[in-house]
């Protein structure tokens, strides 16, 4: 079980050469490409928050759930020549079935669980899907082939923005807005928020609670995966590497609030920029001590995070 | 004779002369078990695995303290026990402390740090509580790793240690540690009866009728913390001692979720359980590393492995069946180890009836 916690490599520009006008363009570089990786987190973060806000579950296989699929991505890319969007869609559907298959088969098992009792479980989850990976897969580090480079730039007014951060926050932005529409408009994802306000409501209003339960888990397990193939495309792919990641979506959760899903985004970018800048500029080693200072900070001054409202348990 | 007449009946470690005597034959059974083991090899076991055992068994003990009486959720508790892993070795090392005055500094270093957690604690529930147990174990690695005053990436090694002259051995160890975990053990029976285990239990019941009833919830959540990390601490420092090196690495998050398993699957709420979650954890976790020397299963696995899986991570089955006794153990036996005892027990009482 020798686990190594890699932390997330980023193109970032180091520089040899001085200068104020080169000062001011690595603020700007620092600014997207955390921007790029808070919108990873933001991703993973409200994957999370779409499942703690309906069923209360805190889901620390999230990460892992997310790597698997991005693993089935990887066999189909490379072992079986898939053309990329195809094995977008039957990633998807892995991650879908996977959602589903944990829900029915473990959570909704579990007689009136505790808080506690419920983490477990989740953590159980991940360490089999974390042995699964490892064993299918073998502890070597890869590179997810991204039909986008992550060498090449794009020059706008200037600010060079390297082609896989471009669509990163790109791909984000739009997975964020179709959510956004799904919450909205349609009926599912009316039906889910009913869910999420009051299940006894909700059933009473013909809402089947328990089939929204599992669908709620197959949603978030796909956005899991498109965070997770982002993930792995910005950096490496290895059984361990959502380890970090999933402090840094709990962050984001803490930091916006584990009850909004704008908030979550919102909390994403800005950990993700706050966490890049303090490598750039203070100290690279201490990189990831952040996230965790955050959470603390958040926590003692605002617990409910900054875009949520607040809300206090009555006896 | 259930029947407590005054207080001091109820803290009293022995109940009856029955107990009294099994105890004290299991004293001296721990007395010549390194002997024992020296000489059989039963099931394969060796002094490190026993001495491991016993470490995981104090750390489980310090860890159900405040999960399993106090209902605080901890995942970093490999975070305290790399804190008291350093700690003493860097006492050892650098300023030649000897071991019995570490050991407990060690410790103390750890419960400072978990009452400094224990803090922020006051106002989390749940999961809010785990997110930052979480991140305080994975940045204090991340901090020591990179601190060159903590042997850096690198790591440390533990000094060699000598008794009246002659190198410390596993053997002399093992007496070490045992002594220490059987004191340890005595102290966390006699907290959980006296007026402090109480109120921790008050707190895990419901900590607003706690509160009403006059528990100082400030003071006995942060208390919780730092006796949980005590024990961590104190099992940190022998921990580097038996295995003789030190590295930031091996502190991660699976060790967290680890000994967190030992807890669930030893039984909630219970000291002995404690022990036997972790004797069987990490006994399982040893035996199914090297898998592929199990008879039988062993070879199966590995054609399968090369047919289908790789043959470079099978030792990753160990931590699915980890995941999956969690699991289990939560659906369906939520007291572990210690629920089957009592169940057993209660069958047999009114047997055959």
């Known amino acids: ?315 | 004779m259930d029947i407590k007449r005054d207080y001091y009946e109820d803290i009293e470690l022995f109940k009856s002369n029955t107990i009294l005597v099994w105890s004290i034959l299991f004293l001296i059974f721990l007395g010549i078990l390194p002997f024992l083991v020296m000489k059989y090899h039963l099931l394969g076991m060796s002094l490190y695995i026993v001495n491991l055992i016993t470490i995981h068994a104090l750390v489980a003990i310090g860890l159900n303290i405040l999960v399993g009486y106090t209902g605080q959720i901890s995942m970093g508790h490999a975070g305290f026990f790399a804190l008291g892993a350093f700690t003493t070795v860097i006492l050892i090392l650098r300023w030649s402390f000897p071991l019995w005055i570490a050991l407990p500094i060690a410790g103390f270093v750890s419960s400072g740090f978990g009452f400094i957690l224990g803090l922020p604690a006051l106002r989390l529930k749940g999961p809010y509580l785990a997110i930052a147990t979480l991140g305080f174990g994975m940045t204090i690695t991340t901090i020591i790793k990179h601190m060159e005053f903590f042997g850096g990436r690198m790591g440390l090694q533990a000094p060699k240690l000598y008794l009246f002259g002659t190198p410390m051995k596993d053997i002399h160890y093992y007496y070490v540690i045992m002594i220490t975990a059987i004191l340890m053990t005595i102290g966390a029976v006699k907290l959980i009866k006296t007026r402090v285990g109480r109120a921790f239990i008050a707190i895990r019941d419901s900590d607003i009728a706690a509160e009403a009833m006059g528990v100082n919830l400030t003071y006995y959540k942060t208390l919780a913390f730092a006796v949980s990390a005590f024990y961590a601490g104190v099992a940190g420092g022998l921990y580097a001692f038996i295995l003789g090196f030190i590295n930031p690495e091996s502190f991660h998050l699976i060790m967290s979720i680890t000994f967190l398993a030992m807890v669930v699957v030893g039984g909630l709420g219970s000291i002995m359980g404690s022990i036997a979650g972790a004797a069987l954890m990490t006994f399982l976790d040893i035996k199914l590393q090297a898998i592929q020397d199990i008879p039988a299963i062993g070879p199966a696995l590995v054609t399968f492995s090369q047919k289908y899986m790789s043959i470079a991570g099978i030792s990753n089955v160990a931590v699915i069946v980890y995941g999956l006794i969690m699991i289990l153990i939560v659906l369906f036996e939520p007291l572990g180890i210690f629920g089957f005892w009592i169940r057993t027990k209660r069958y047999w009482k009114t047997w055959p009836f």
């Not at chain 1, 916690?5 to 001085?18: F, I, Q, R, S, V």
């Not at chain 1, 070597?140 to 896989?164: A, C, H, M, W």
């Open chain 1, 1 to 315: 079980m020798a686990l190594l916690t890699p932390t997330l490599t980023l193109p970032l520009l180091k520089g040899e050469g001085g200068g104020r006008g080169w000062e001011k363009e690595m603020f700007g570089q620092l600014i997207v490409s955390g921007l790029a990786v808070g919108a990873c987190y933001a991703l993973l973060a409200i994957a999370m928050v779409i499942i703690y806000k309906t069923s209360e579950v805190l889901n620390f296989a999230q990460g892992e759930m997310a790597m698997v699929s991005t693993y089935v991505a990887f066999s189909l890319l490379e072992s079986y020549h898939v053309p990329f969007e195809w094995v977008v869609v039957l990633t998807f559907l892995f991650a879908i079935l996977l959602g589903m298959f944990f829900e029915i088969v473990f959570l909704r098992q579990a007689k009136d669980p505790t808080v506690i009792g419920l983490i477990i479980i989740t953590l159980g989850f991940e360490m089999v899907l974390m042995g699964f990976a490892g064993w299918k897969w073998g502890p070597d580090q890869r590179s997810f082939p991204f039909p986008v480079s992550n060498v090449e730039t794009y020059n706008i007014s200037g600010l060079l923005i390297s082609k896989i951060n471009f669509w990163t926050i790109l791909i984000t932005l739009v997975l964020m807005f179709i959510l956004f529409l799904f919450f909205r408009y349609t009926k599912l994802g009316i039906a889910m928020r009913a869910t999420q306000q009051n299940q006894l409501a909700a059933r009473v209003m013909g809402i089947r609670t328990k089939w929204i339960l599992s669908f709620t888990w197959a949603i978030s397990s796909m956005v899991g995966a498109v965070a997770g193939m982002l993930i792995a495309s910005l950096g490496v792919l290895d059984p361990p590497m959502m380890m970090d990641p999933l402090l840094k979506g709990f962050a984001s959760g803490v930091l916006g609030g584990m009850t909004s899903l704008p908030g979550t985004a919102v909390g994403g970018a800005m950990l993700g920029i706050i966490e890049n800048l303090f490598g750039g500029y203070i100290s690279l080693s201490f990189k990831s001590v952040v996230a965790f200072a955050i959470i603390v900070l958040m926590l003692c001054i605002k617990p409910s995070g900054l875009l949520a409202k607040h809300y206090v348990k009555k006896v």
